[in-house]
């Protein structure tokens, strides 16, 4: 590794004939942070990755690696590694030599296409046709290509897309590292609590446009907390809640209370001398205030 | 290195690696073989009275070997064509222009470097032709006793001039390939044009002197004028063919008008 650099998307369009598929974007990607690129399907994520990559020109902006365009980089696979969803290979031509294509085009040392095929757990596979192999096997050699040039910065779409439980768990802890070596990593996803764990900040897009961008610390901020309550008399208990001046929302299993802790209801009903059957505190979780973002821009 | 000779390294690779390219070789060598063989045999026994109800004599024999030999691009030619288009519409089909624009993004050098690889594969296939060409039609003249003209140095500039055409003719499919995308589209009109098309279009010129003069320009027919004789030549005689260095320029400016057009235009959008 030997060039890190920030992703800087400037006011980014891409318009197909009347659709504009992404709409003026703009955000930057941090080094040494593991960032998700998160919105759900057909927000345009990988229009905008593509456009970043130069295999997709943009109707209007800019998307650069600290100010210079992918066409334009001096060595693009030791640069800035991808993976791109719906990763392509020919199925007649072994990983192999699919890597090693890629790496006598980019003048990396053939050792370093063992090295990855190793490093993504394909070496056993690494002869025979992709054509057999598996969307999870698929997946780690789109990785293995990404890691080729053992580059500063990654670009990830979806990689988490196709595998098993084991290979999740294996992915979050490379995204962990890659960050920790102070790469820049970007990696989508229409989920967030498939890369929540991992994730140091977000950026969020739904319809083409910027929704929220920010550490992902910032996301839970705008979580609201509620309360579930019931009790065997629960028309006492909605009585005594509102004549505290509490929002009560009658729900199947007992009462919502909205926007507060779960100590002021339960002493509110202890003031009112109302025995209860349930308590519980609800937060509405990353993925509700994600899904309601997301939601907000139709 | 340089990134143009990496590139080519790259493009050499990805017609090696998978086995199109030695299916299309071994297609040519067969077939090739069959008919230079088969029809060597059917003139040299025609010739020498061996065929039932025969007299000596009875066929000439007069350019019948560089007749036989030249089927290696006169019934060859459709291979380096397939070749070169499917280099193309082959990366447009398995999605691995992404790869391969990711690896090299001036898009431009890709194309160029196929055209260089696939001038060498056009080539090889036109060796690969002519030993499959030589060795069915020379054998089956010896077989008769009658001149193989293997000793004659027209005979081996006439080889090169098959390898030549060979090589054009994988720049035409590199050209084809990239003004149209689709893999099965591009195989019809390959199938459809050699085999059809052309052939007929070349019929008709014996009909009249100015659809003839247009007709000399068609590709098969300056492949022949390069190659110097062909089994239509024989067909329609009278016809009068282009200077063999005319017919490679023709090929040239075929391969390089459409390969100009399709970097223009499709190799240009978006690879999404």
Redesign the interface.
């Known amino acids: 590794m030997t060039d890190v650099r920030t992703i800087d998307v400037e006011a980014v369009t891409k318009r197909f004939g009347a659709v504009s598929a992404v709409d003026a974007l703009s955000f930057q990607v941090q080094p040494g942070r593991v960032t998700g690129f998160l919105g759900p399907n057909g927000a345009g994520k990988t229009t905008t990755l593509r456009m970043l990559l130069g295999l997709v020109r943009p109707t209007a902006g800019r998307a650069t690696f600290g100010g210079v365009s992918y066409t334009d980089l001096e060595s693009p696979l030791r640069t800035v590694g991808a993976a791109l969803e719906a990763a392509s290979f020919h199925p007649g031509r072994s990983a192999r030599s699919h890597l090693r294509i890629a790496a006598t085009a980019s003048d990396i040392a053939r050792s370093r296409v063992d090295e990855v095929l190793a490093l993504v757990g394909l070496a056993e596979f690494a002869d025979r046709r992709v054509g057999g192999y598996s969307l999870g096997m698929r997946q780690r050699l789109g990785l293995a290509f990404a890691l080729l040039g053992d580059p500063g910065v990654l670009v990830l779409d979806e990689p988490i897309n196709g595998l098993d439980p084991e290979g999740i768990k294996w992915i979050r802890s490379l995204l962990r590292a890659l960050a920790a070596e102070g790469r820049t990593v970007l990696v989508s996803s229409h989920l967030l609590s498939e890369v929540q764990q991992s994730v140091d900040d977000v950026v969020i897009i739904a319809r083409g446009v910027l929704v929220h961008s920010g550490t992902l610390a910032s996301l839970s901020a705008g979580d609201s907390v509620s309360v579930l309550v019931d009790a065997p008399d629960r028309g006492a208990l909605a009585d005594a809640l509102t004549a505290a001046g509490y929002a009560v929302t009658p729900a199947r299993s007992g009462l919502i209370v909205a926007g507060v802790e779960a100590d002021a209801v339960g002493r509110t009903a202890f003031d009112a001398g109302i025995p209860l059957s349930a308590l519980q505190r609800q937060s509405s979780g990353l993925e509700d205030t994600f899904l309601h973002l997301v939601e907000g821009n139709r | ?1 340089s990134t143009f000779m ?2 080519i ?2 493009e050499t ?2 017609i090696t ?4 390219w030695w299916v299309l070789a071994l297609v040519l060598f067969v077939y090739v073989l069959s008919l230079s063989g088969g029809l060597g045999a059917l003139f040299g026994a025609g010739s020498t009275g061996s065929l039932p109800g025969g007299t000596t004599g009875e066929i000439p024999t007069t350019g019948l070997p560089p007749l036989l030999y030249s089927f290696a691009s006169s019934v060859g030619y459709v291979f380096p064509v397939l070749l070169g288009a499917l280099a193309v519409t ?1 990366e447009v089909r ?13 898009r431009g050098l890709v194309l160029a470097a196929k055209l260089v690889v696939l001038l060498g594969f056009g080539a090889l296939f036109g060796i690969i032709g002519l030993v499959a060409s030589v060795g069915g039609g020379a054998g089956a003249l010896a077989l008769f006793d009658i001149d193989t003209e293997l000793g004659s140095t027209d005979t081996w500039a006439m080889f090169a001039r098959v390898v030549l055409a060979m090589a054009l003719w994988a720049a035409v499919g590199i050209g084809l390939g990239s003004v149209v995308t689709n893999q099965v589209a591009v195989i019809v009109i390959v199938i459809a044009f050699t085999q059809f098309v052309e052939p007929v279009l070349r019929s008709v010129g014996a009909l009249a002197e100015w659809i003839a003069d247009i007709v000399r320009f068609l590709p098969g027919a300056a492949s022949d004028a390069l190659v110097g004789t062909s089994v239509f030549g024989m067909m329609a005689p009278g016809q009068e063919s282009l200077d063999w260095w005319v017919g490679a320029l023709v090929l040239t400016a075929i391969a390089a008008a459409l390969t100009i057009i399709g970097a223009l235009t499709t190799w240009r959008r ?3």
């Open positions: 290195m990496r590139t390294r790259a690779a990805k690696t998978t086995r199109m082959g398995h999605q691995t222009l992404t790869p391969t624009f990711l690896a090299t993004p001036r978006d690879v999404t």
